[in-house]
């Protein structure tokens, strides 16, 4: 009894639309893994870290510092909005404070930047835009 729900859920699971992170490439692969719910029950797509490939995008984004700090700061929230369903709540935070600290944002938005680079990040969370008017 437990196997077979365990199996209705895996299966459910993978029969959800790929998030969008994934590239093309990827995509495809994913689909053609959970085409049909038995191939689904049967093969199990490989595990991946869909919050690492998220980081490590916006670590190239956020480490150049000819980019103005506003930009850096609309893709710190950007990347951290697309990757909130890629792991708990608290993981995605700490990843992303970790990587705005790592790439000198924080710093670069002056005293109080890490509590800025928190509210952007929570704000991410909610889906909330920070930026609007």
Known sequence: M??????RATSA??????PEILATGERQEFSKL???????SRALPPATDLLGRVIDRARSKL???????KTRVRALWAYCKAARHCGSSDVVID??????DATGLAAD???HG??????VLHWALCDRNPFED
């Not at 959970?34 to 689904?40: L, M, Y």
């Not at 150049?64 to 700090?69: I, K, L, R, Y």
């Open 2 to 7: 437990r196997a077979e729900k365990a199996t």
């Open 13 to 18: 699971a993978t029969e959800r639309d790929p």
């Open 34 to 40: 959970t085409q049909s719910k038995t191939q689904a």
């Open 63 to 69: 480490a150049d510092p000819a980019v103005p700090v």
């Open 95 to 100: 990843e992303f404070t970790a990587l705005a």
């Open 109 to 111: 938005l002056g005293w």
């Open 114 to 119: 890490r509590e800025d680079v928190s509210h």
